[in-house]
């Protein structure tokens, strides 16, 4: 079997892929209304008016909690397939291997706990 003919489901979804982003970039594009009103370029809360300035100065704890957030979703993504793999009957340093990791992970929990970042500290006027 050549090439293109193994890979022939994988370019075709390709294909659909790129070309239903297209059609929903386009598409709405063509088809929306061209109004523009007294407010158009105002900011849009929930059909609330909005008050205050949008340009407001966050903690530096949300962008932490993010932070946090983050690495440990892509850790916790990154486990899935690899528990997965154990199903085949995968060898006993994979398990160990996986084992370390989550040691790893549970150390810079441990670690960020004593550091009190998961702690809410509120500012008081």
Known sequence: MNVLTEFFYVFFFTIVAVIFAIVAVILPKLLSPRTSGKK??????????????????????YYLYALIFIAFDVDILYLFPVALSYTRGSAVYEFYSLLIFIIILLLAIIYAWGKGVFQWKRKTP
Request: negative net charge; contains cysteine; aromatic residues 22%.
């Open 40 to 61: 158009t370029f105002t900011t849009y809360e929930c059909g609330i008016e909005p008050f205050g300035s949008a340009w407001i100065r966050y903690s530096i704890a």
